[in-house]
């Protein structure tokens, strides 16, 4: 009899940690908008290496590309395909995290994603600020380390309200922007091996260990 109420003194504690955990993290982010947001990233990687190309330079860090004044129509069209390739990622990964969302019975727009969104968006607006000056200035070597290492702050401040594994995203990412300040003829190949590779496979990882 003693076993028996030990038993269920211990679920019930299980339970009451389970609750709490729910709503003080938002775990419903889906392995498969990691999946998807890599492959728009390489998708969009692939389209403005061709654009580059065409131009006659190796990567968007390139000397001539950093020749280009703010307002030329190859600068404007590379920055309207990043909006779009962001746009198709944010949209992609919305529709996966609400349909996991819905399947786990679970608030979509909770004070834990509030939190967890604003600890990825402040640091993600602080670096958009930054490359837009470093386009305006003409500078564009520091575009890509730019965005990978403010985005990695975002996801290790992020972390703290949703799945701790997203901290490791956000550290690799951190690192590549870092390295990537010391070779600025390669800044689209680190960009697209951060938001691109590491993406599917933490997606791809999340998957196993949450979705499956």
């Known amino acids: 009899m003693q076993q028996e109420n030990k038993d269920t003194s211990l679920e019930a504690l299980q339970e009451i940690r389970s609750i709490m955990d729910r709503s003080a993290r938002f775990i419903s982010l889906s392995g498969w908008s990691g999946i998807w947001a890599g492959c728009t990233a390489l998708a969009g990687a692939y389209i403005a290496h061709g654009w580059l190309h065409q131009q006659g330079a190796l990567s968007i860090d390139g000397p001539s590309v950093n020749a280009y004044s703010y307002s030329d129509p190859f600068i404007i069209r590379i920055l309207l395909l990043a909006i779009c390739v962001f746009a198709t990622a944010l949209v992609g990964g919305y529709y996966f995290t609400y349909r996991k969302a819905r399947e786990q019975q679970q608030k979509l727009w909770n004070n834990a994603s509030r939190q967890m969104g604003l600890q990825l968006f402040l640091p993600m ?20 380390p730019a965005c990978l290492a403010f985005y990695g702050l975002g996801l290790i401040g992020a972390s703290r309200f949703t799945l701790s594994d997203i901290r490791y995203l956000g550290m690799l990412n951190l690192l590549l922007g870092c390295i990537s300040l010391f070779f600025p003829g390669y800044g689209l190949y680190f960009w697209a091996a951060g938001f691109g590779v590491l993406h599917i496979l933490y997606g791809v990882f999340m998957w196993n260990k949450y979705d499956k």
């Open 125 to 144: 607006l602080a670096g958009g600020v930054f490359c837009m000056a470093f386009i305006y200035y003409g500078v564009g070597m520091f575009i890509a």
